[in-house]
């Protein structure tokens, strides 16, 4: 049971990607579902969280760091959840990964790696300046 996160590329400053996170061998539909990055020589750190859903409603949380650039957003009908990142710096560069919470929850959600599980390899993001 993993998760694939894809997407990545090399961008100019101040451009887009989108990075879908989608599984092998489960649906990712009933998870709470966290992005993460890492860049060389610093820790794992939280970027987003949506959690499950209610009746279509999600809860979702951004590092202040991305807020009002990225939003995570999830389309049951493909099992996949998207990370759309705008106005991209050169401090978000690193490796994005995505992982299911080990605790899911319909009302709320925190990007914190420990609580995190079922890691894939990643996609690697490069920001230009």
């Known amino acids: 049971v993993q998760l694939q996160a894809s997407g990545g590329g090399l961008v100019q400053a101040g451009g887009s990607l989108r990075l879908p996170c989608t599984a092998s061998?489960?649906?990712?539909?009933?998870?709470?579902i966290g992005w993460f990055r890492q860049a060389p020589g610093k820790e794992r750190e939280g970027v987003s969280c949506i959690s499950s859903s209610t009746r279509n409603t999600y809860y979702t949380t951004y590092a202040d760091s991305v807020k009002g650039r990225f939003t995570i957003s999830r389309d049951n009908s493909k099992g996949t959840v998207y990370l759309q990142m705008n106005s991209l710096k050169p401090e978000d560069t690193a490796l994005y990964l995505c992982?299911?919470?080990?605790?899911?929850?319909?009302?709320?959600?925190?990007?914190?790696?420990?609580?995190?599980?079922?890691w894939g390899q990643g996609t690697q993001v490069t920001v230009s300046s």
């Open positions: 992982a299911t919470a080990v605790t899911s929850s319909s009302y709320g959600c925190y990007p914190r790696p420990s609580s995190y599980q079922n």
């Open positions: 061998g489960f649906t990712l539909n009933s998870y709470t």
